[in-house]
């Protein structure tokens, strides 16, 4: 994406990364759990989907992940232009993640430790040097997420 990515583009990638994992997890054994949001404010705006698979078990049990997300962002922001003068810019973003890990379950609990690699891509809507949003990146990522699981 040379030129940052499209809003038309945000939507597709997020209908067509929840079909392939959907479509992935129904060709294989175990179980998977998709989820979509939308969160922000009157400046932010952010979306996501995602999907955890559980390629050999349950969720609810102790063994390996593949999590996959696609985020999709909108924010405004305030940069000195001149002295005295501040300019909002708008960011569009864009990010994937994909990541690997192990699921610890307990009685009621489970906690999901993962590792994995993000990209992220931004258009803004005038041109920022001193951004370093001007530039797509890709970086690691390390995640520990704890879950209480209430018996019903």
């Not at 922000?40 to 559980?54: P, V």
């Not at 993962?114 to 951004?131: C, N, T």
Request: glycine fraction near 12%; hydrophobic fraction near 45%.
């Amino acid at each position: 994406m040379a030129n940052g990515p499209s809003r038309e583009g945000l939507g597709v990638l997020h209908f067509w990364m929840i079909a392939f994992l959907v479509m992935c997890s129904s060709a294989q054994a175990g179980e998977v759990w998709v989820s979509s949001g939308v969160g922000g404010s009157s400046e932010t705006l952010h979306t996501y989907s995602g999907a955890t698979y559980a390629p050999f078990g349950k969720l609810d049990e102790s063994g390996w992940r593949v999590r996959a997300w696609a985020k999709a962002f909108r924010f405004i922001y305030q940069r000195a232009v001149a002295p005295g003068r501040n300019a909002k810019i708008t960011a569009n973003g864009l990010g994937l993640e994909a990541e690997t890990g192990w699921n610890f379950a307990g009685q009621n609990w489970d906690v999901l430790g993962l590792i994995g690699i993000v990209w992220r891509d931004h258009e803004l809507s005038r041109p920022d040097p001193a951004s370093s949003l001007t530039r797509g990146r890709v970086g690691a990522r390390a995640a520990l997420a704890p879950y209480i699981i209430h018996p019903y």
